[in-house]
């Protein structure tokens, strides 16, 4: 019997805590409300409060998810953490997730910056493909990036923010899954990232004083082509596998950093706007969860994908990560 792995629900998780362009531009001393919405489409995103941590975003969504599936936490048979704002170094914040929703399955983090939650939604539909007693998986994805914002570094402190989601994944008789794809360009491991804390640069009294805590960092640009270059590619490469084109595609969830750049990346591939939907201007940059969160946000708004229609996410990040899976919608 082929078990064809599905999506059968999702959900969201945002602070309650709103930060206006303006709260932000006090902070960092100067003004670049104009330069956000005109070139990336940030007017507000959310920061949580000094009482949560990226766990506690995570359970949020994470219950979203599991009371729309009709899934009880003891049911999980695994749970994908996917996040690069971790609650510690170590122990991974997945098993942290397991405690506080009462569960008792196997978890792990993945960290492939923002490409990790597609990534781990891939890992997450083969277990169901492989492994005939997982029935139901959970892969959620958190960002707590303001605890790490240098608001001194215009580049970066008007950009993140904190969010998270999750999809329950359960196994049907018609196909959901229907494939990804994966690339990477090492050579900008070092471009943009939290680079003190770790094994490299630990938070050792002398890198304190020279670096300061641990903080997200721009270092380098990235080529101002890469998106036009890599993610039509990246995308192409997960509808081969199911003798897809991009106009068989329903409903298209980018990574949720620039408006612009999706506006031009539908533009290039020739596909209308409708197709897409965004939710930075309201809540910010929230690394890889972002492209669940748009899905459940359009769903809330009853703009999601209907059943039989074909999905698809790309996501890239920090290193540089890039993924993209394409799904059928089989949820109710």
Partial sequence: MVRHPQILATGSYVPERVVSNAEVDALMGEST??????NVGIRERRWMSPEQTTSDLIVEASRKALNRAGINANELDMIIVSTDTPDYLSPATSIVVQYKLGSSAGCYDVNSACAGWVTALDQGARYL???????NILVAGGYGMSRFLDFNDKKTANLFADGAGAVVLGVGDTPGFVGSNFLAVGAFHDAL???TGGANRPCTPENLATFGPPKVEFVRKFPKTFNTEYWPKLMQGALDKGGLTFDDVDKYFFTQLNLRTIEFMMTLLNQ??????????????T??????????????????????????????????????????????
């Fill in 33 to 38: 409300n104009e330069w956000l919405l005109a």
């Fill in 129 to 135: 493909m492989t492994e005939p007693s997982y029935n």
């Fill in 193 to 195: 990232g939290i680079y």
């Fill in 272 to 285: 209308s706007i409708e197709k897409t939907h965004w939710i930075m201007d309201k809540w910010g940059y």
């Fill in 287 to 332: 690394g890889s969860p972002c492209v669940v969160m748009a899905l459940d946000d359009a769903i809330s708004q009853g703009k999601g994908p209907k059943a039989g229609e074909t999905i698809l996410f790309c996501a890239s990040g920090g290193g540089i990560s890039m993924a993209s899976s394409v799904w059928k919608w089989t949820a109710k």
